[in-house]
């Protein structure tokens, strides 16, 4: 799979820390319009997870806070909350809305593929780990997909998605300058 | 898998018909908002596609009609137009855009769980079938995932997603009831 | 797996086309012994395919014209037939036969491996489209691999799996040449 | 998967013997046209394999036998000669024959999916064990798939297969009776 | 799979708790000879991990403690340690031993299968979590698959293995009775 | 995977030999302390074995001779006696112990990354064939990966792995110096 397509590096030069990465310890800067700031170890740039089949993000929610739907297109999601308290939601093939306030070394699972999103309910910071069955997950964000590609999705596309006009439409892109 | 997870017959009753399906003969309305009109030869009505690895969808297209942004968790999708002009879409992980218009007989390939859309920017009607490396690709629709869930999403959520009010996102929510 | 052994382009340098093909388009001569003729678009002909497994194939078949017995060794196969009535069949393990007349936008699938032929049985030229889920589901005829390959099967081999003599192997084998 | 599809025994009934097998130690009669006898330790017969994805076939031939051309729709063959002086070959997509004459212990590789035949080229009985990477490997012999299914191939096929006269097939066909 | 091998719920009495565990909360007792309790969250234990490919386990280590040599025989495991200071090292097929002190969330992997150990090199408790690629990875102990098997391991396999004699060995047997 | 990460030949230059091997032929000496001779064809002296999912190995064993303790992380093993009496055993993840005596031409499965034994109980040589589902099994040998790893594995871990001190340790370890 062209997903996985890294090579490995010679036997002889492998070393104790190949197999190590400090990725997590940070905690980054949440001052942004989502109040969200994820943290991936996927094997771009843990290159020792290469053909193990998992890897890791953290993800750190100020107050308030949201992680946006998204999904994921090679791998299942298991959450672990470390700090605070977090609302997980997936929605299924029907519909269907799956939720849970999710508090420190609670675990959910979201299937592989489907749309969720993570909220800081909690009155203080929350950081989870997102553990998933595959060394680069992917990562499928909808409102990014259609307000804040490259080339700019065609205005043709949103008014029809949404249902909405042109002059509405911008006004929602305006929210994505940027990102 | 779970999703692969129908029994098979016993081989005793076995029928040539077991490996035959009619399902896109039919051309569905597309008497809809959207105007389109999906009909799937998955697993789950064509039994006979247990443990195979592939299935089918035809969709038909009104002039201008959309099949909305959507991803399939568990399957790459090979577009074969055999009816009109389809422009077909889809978005990467880093939120690039890559599309064509697609004619009778042509091909377009979305690689597995990424965004994608289908529209007809042809001057009759289109229709093109959808072919899958899986028995049961699954389907997010984001919006239907946003604001067609039971339960209802949160508010908190859709407004933190858009970054818009409340007000605003019942309008959006408005065009999706009964879907 | 070497049979998905293509490199990746490098991101930078992927461009619209590169998930667009009109390889299925022509409509090619069926002026051979078997009137017909196959057309197949697998990860070789159009890169785009890689990593995604799935692929497909046009065979046109003139009136009376059939796609000899032959299996794929790495994909089951989905037939759309999309003009005239073509009769597809395969045979199990256990030899029995399990046939159909498929007729336009009808579906007949083929598991994965087993031998099967496709035979016009309408009095115009007909026109299936036959999905993979594999980018390079292989390609096994038995008739050639018999009486076509290089070096030349040991005549023992051939007499003693038909229990012919040499003479009527020759002439079987004199229907073959310049395969 | 179905090919795959056997329940495993409640854990508290399983002994010793579950993971044993007899099978491949007699000797069975090589007295038939093609002086070929195999014996299968498949997961039907051997519910110890059950998910453990290997099996074994014994096969034994007399002076100038041949297990005719055929192939495995689902595992590679690894060929470990026990006796005797076997020629084993087969064929590729592109009909390239590959072949070696293959004595005790020696080993001889077929890819999965491909078509290939042993032949006993040595003075007398020749033993030899082929393993596969498949707890049900299946089985595809073009011929009886041709002359011995059940419903009988239509006349038709077999005419346009070999191009051929009925009269000619039915010689063939003659051949293959009781199989 | 077997190991796969749960059913599903049906999809009407799926609830949102059938997504979340709770089972990573509790600190047990590491009051044993080797200082270390693993709690296990597979899907035996929490039933919504099923067909996802994913589990988690919790390992406390008293000071001093360890989590023996052991291998899981169908996952890679990613450690996360959120306590304290924690030894990780695992052996290569060439009897190569990779390890490192990884503290609060530092990142170790140990590739699927391969012998590992945790050694507490802290001055006071230490707690990791073990992710895996599998939603039932497997375990299996060297010393108690040695020691403590039923029926018990013959007495001549564990004296040719350490090449030493019986006494020897029933002292090592001694130590090992009760788990 | 990295296991299966060989490149294959280019097409235009594979003859013959490619899918052959002798590796099996020649009876090495058991001469050691243990009484056992191991020799693999498995990718990595085997090429024509890349990506095709099987390899073998011969092991010889003199009277009383043992294949200690071991475990192969990527791989089912199903045993085939070829000469002699061999006890074959292995341990589950809960330590039950299922064993077998095997004669020539007889059978036994030992389930993928289990820990399991090979000890000759009968009177003269023995030789089995292990066949496996994988190109390159791996291998764990327990003894080996506490007491011949390179570097040392820390005192520390072996004496609290087996609750001795560290001179009864170091006894131990002298038993497998060089190997």
Redesign the interface.
């Known amino acids: 799979?062209?997903?996985?397509?890294f090579?490995?590096k010679p036997a002889s030069t492998?070393?104790?820390?190949?197999?190590?990465?400090?990725?997590?310890?940070a905690a980054p800067s949440t001052k942004n319009?989502?109040g969200v700031n994820s943290t991936r170890?996927t094997v771009s740039v843990?290159p020792?997870?290469?053909?193990?089949?998992?890897?890791?993000t953290?993800t750190d929610l100020a107050p308030?806070g949201?992680n946006?739907?998204h999904?994921?297109?090679?791998?299942?999601?298991?959450v672990?909350v470390?700090k605070g308290e977090v609302?997980v939601?997936?929605?299924t093939?029907t519909?269907?809305?799956?939720?849970?306030v999710?508090k420190?070394?609670?675990?959910?699972?979201?299937?592989?593929?489907?749309?969720h999103?993570q909220?800081n309910v909690g009155t203080g910071d929350a950081v989870f780990?997102a553990?998933?069955?595959?060394q680069s997950p992917?990562?499928?964000?909808?409102?990014?997909?259609?307000f804040?590609?490259?080339?700019?999705?065609?205005m043709?596309?949103l008014t029809?998605?949404?249902?909405?006009g042109a002059d509405?439409i911008d006004?929602?892109k305006s929210?994505f300058v940027g990102f």
Chains 1, 2, 3, 4, 5, 6 share one sequence.
């Open positions: 799979m062209a997903v996985d397509g090579p490995c492998v070393v104790d820390d190949d197999f190590f990465s400090a990725l997590m310890v319009p989502f170890a843990f020792g997870l290469n053909t193990l089949g998992v890897s890791i953290r308030g949201i946006p739907p999904s994921h297109p090679r791998g299942s999601e298991l672990l470390v609302m939601g997936f929605t093939s519909n269907l809305l799956y939720s849970k999710v420190e070394n609670e675990l959910f699972i979201v299937p592989r593929g489907l749309q999103y909220l780990m553990m998933f069955d595959a992917g990562l499928v964000v909808p409102t990014l997909g259609l804040a590609t490259k080339p700019a999705m065609p043709e596309v029809k998605t949404f249902l909405l509405e006004v929602m929210k």
